[in-house]
């Protein structure tokens, strides 16, 4: 079965540039979540979006920008580059369930940044 | 917001023998608690879940409970095999955008 697809799976930028990665969600996925985590840490949410609009915001920084396109898939943005940047970024998408239903949220592989 | 915490950090186990992960949230409108197995550098697995309409899930040698009184759900995994070493993190979200907020996770070893 189809998972999600995040690229590029590794990625080493300098401070203070800037950097784009990219999710592509299990096909029929209308939501799209970003998480962030640190070495030894849990994935901190950074941000969603359903059927291309923001749908939630947690702890992402101002420098970060996300969006979802037509297509579904979604672009996490990130400039001004510090070393705390450095993490694996996760990717995770679900389909709104209907009613009150909470959908299971499936996660791809990870970005991994390093900020030098 | 939900604040959801996660015992023990580490645990080492015999094979065979059983593990259990334990987790408290804070929110009582969290009704859904999913649990992830996390291999060294990929991404968190969805090993079983479970909603609040339910007190106990179990599928083959994993088993989740949930006791929404005392706001806690556990993990209960048997027969532990060396393929089970991973970090295992619990989580819980609600119907109000369906994020996950995540455990401090658990370090599970366990030795042949």
């Known amino acids: 079965a189809a998972g999600v697809i995040q690229s590029p799976r590794h990625l080493i930028k300098e401070k203070r540039e800037t950097a784009t990665l990219k999710c592509y969600p299990i096909?029929?996925?209308?939501?799209v979540y970003w998480y962030q985590q640190g070495p030894g840490q849990d994935p901190q949410f950074l941000i969603s979006f359903y059927e291309k609009m923001q749908s939630d915001k947690g702890s992402i920084p101002d420098r970060f920008s996300a969006q979802q396109f037509s297509d579904y898939h979604s672009e996490l943005n990130m400039s001004s580059l510090e070393l705390g940047d450095s993490a694996l970024y996760f990717c995770?998408?679900?389909?709104?369930?209907?009613?009150?239903?909470?959908?299971?949220?499936?996660f791809g592989e990870g970005s991994r940044l390093t900020v030098l | 917001g939900e604040n959801v915490e996660q015992h023990p950090s580490t645990l080492s186990v015999q094979e065979g023998d059983s593990a259990v992960i334990k987790c408290t949230y804070s929110d009582s409108a969290s009704n859904y608690f999913p649990w992830y197995k996390q291999e060294l550098g990929k991404g968190p697995q969805l090993i079983i879940d479970?909603?609040?309409?339910?007190g106990e899930k179990k599928d083959q040698r994993i088993a989740v409970t949930l006791n929404k009184t005392a706001k806690h759900f556990s993990l209960h995994i048997t027969e532990t095999q060396p393929e089970d070493s991973a970090v295992y993190f619990c989580?819980?979200?609600?119907?109000?955008?369906?994020?996950?907020?995540f455990g401090q996770g658990t370090e599970l070893s366990v030795k042949p």
């Open positions: 479970i909603r609040s309409n339910v």
């Open positions: 989580a819980a979200s609600n119907n109000q955008g369906g994020k996950l907020i």
């Open positions: 096909p029929r996925h209308d939501t």
């Open positions: 995770a998408s679900s389909l709104a369930g209907q009613g009150s239903n909470t959908g299971e949220l499936f």
